[in-house]
T-cell receptor
Framework: NAGVMQNPRHLVRRRGQEARLRCSPM?????VYWYRQLPEEGLKFMVY????????ESGMPKERFSAEFPKEGPSILRIQQVVRGDSAAYFC???????????FGPGTRLTVL | GENVEQHPSTLSVQEGDSAVIKCTYS??????FPWYKQELGKRPQLIID?????GEKKDQRIAVTLNKTAKHFSLHITETQPEDSAVYFC????????????FGSGTRLSIRP
């Protein structure tokens, strides 16, 4: 049973480009969460999605960031016009039910040059 | 808003001694308290959790206590070993806030040989 998968594991972008981060939850999990971890800091909640629905996006910047979890395929976190301050590790997690243990993926480390 | 405070930020203990990390939370609706261990460059791994209807839980060398009245919870690691060196995060989840994890700022634990 594969765990949470994320790709790419490392992503380098120049300022102004777009970054697309993918997350495939554990089999059977329909709840996906995205977190951002700046260097030497803790993880900060960004967005919570269920299939085709955004449940809570209170932690996501209003501009340049968007997330989706389509009926088929992985969840996507999209960052448009990246800036240096977007450099961080982005982790997604999935759970079977709301309020259950969340299992984390290996993360995508985004570097903006 | 929801907040989890964690201390100390760094902790160094002699191998074989005990380590204690303390956290407080602000949201009285929080009902699930996981603890994560994160090694350098790796994903957070759940090591133990406790729900609000339980005051204490133990798993081999690791124990967690919860004081709901004071909104305090603590992680205790006994007989520490070199492989316990990592960053530890406490966290709180409230079903009323869509089950997003609110993380503490982390404790960097170092075990001295």
């Amino acid at each position: 049973n594969a765990g949470v998968m994320q790709n790419p594991r490392h992503l380098v972008r120049r300022r102004g480009q777009e970054a697309r981060l993918r997350c495939s939850p554990m089999k059977g999990h329909s709840h996906v969460y995205w977190y951002r971890q700046l260097p030497e800091e803790g993880l900060k909640f960004m967005v919570y999605l269920q299939k085709e629905n955004i449940i809570d996006e209170s932690g996501m910047p209003k501009e340049r960031f968007s997330a989706e979890f389509p009926k088929e395929g992985p969840s996507i976190l999209r960052i448009q016009q990246v800036v240096r301050g977007d450099s961080a590790a982005y982790f997604c997690a999935s759970s079977l039910y709301q309020g259950n243990e969340q299992f984390f993926g290996p993360g995508t480390r985004l570097t903006v040059l | 808003g929801e907040n989890v405070e964690q201390h100390p930020s760094t902790l160094s203990v002699q191998e074989g001694d005990s380590a204690v990390i303390k956290c407080t939370y602000s949201d009285s609706a929080s009902n699930y308290f996981p603890w994560y261990k994160q090694e350098l460059g790796k994903r957070p791994q759940l090591i133990i959790d406790i729900r609000s209807n339980v005051g204490e839980k133990k798993d081999q060398r690791i124990a967690v206590t919860l004081n709901k009245t004071a909104k305090h919870f603590s992680l205790h690691i006994t007989e520490t070993q070199p492989e316990d060196s990592a960053v530890y995060f406490c966290a709180a989840i409230s079903i009323s806030s869509a089950s997003k994890i609110i993380f503490g700022s982390g404790t960097r634990l170092s075990i001295r040989p």
